[in-house]
C-alpha cells in the first residue's frame, strides 16, 4: 500500500487531521467533491517515478559521455572559469599539495588515525590556531 493512501485513508482520519491537496481541489472533510482523487493520486506517483527515471536515464548519460555529473567541486579542484555550463574542474593550485600529499601518505598504507595525526600537527587543517603556524588561521 502506498504511503499517500496509508497517510489519507487511515493514519489522518484516526488522529482528525484534516488533508488539503490544492493543486488537485482536494479536501479531506468535505467527501462528496473528491471522487477523482485516487485517480489523481495514482497519476501523480506514476509522474514522479516517470520524472525519476528519466533524471536517472540522463545522469547516466551524462556519465557515459565522460560529462561531470556531481553537484559539489571536490577539495583541491576549482571550476574552469572558461568552462561556460559545463563543469570542468581544475586542479586548484592552492590546496592541491595537501591532497596530494594525503593521497601519497594514503598509497603507503598508513592509518587514518596517523593521517589525521600528522594533518593537524602540520596544520594543513587549520581549524583552530595551533601556535606553531606563522600563518593565520583559515577555516576550510
Known sequence: MKLLKKLTE???PRYGVRYIAINDNYDSEY????????FKKLFNEWF??????????VQKAKGERGNRVGTTIPYGYRRDPDGGREC????????APVVKEIFSIVSDRISLIHIL????????FKIFHCGSCLEPTRRI
Do not use: Q, V
Open 48 to 57: 514522479a517515478k516517470d520524472t525519476s527515471r528519466k533524471i536517472r536515464a
Open 31 to 38: 467527501r462528496d467533491g473528491n471522487e477523482l482523487a485516487p
Open 10 to 12: 487511515f493514519l489522518f
Open 88 to 95: 570542468r574542474l581544475l586542479e586548484n593550485e592552492e590546496t
Open 117 to 124: 595525526i600528522y594533518s593537524f600537527s602540520s596544520c594543513y
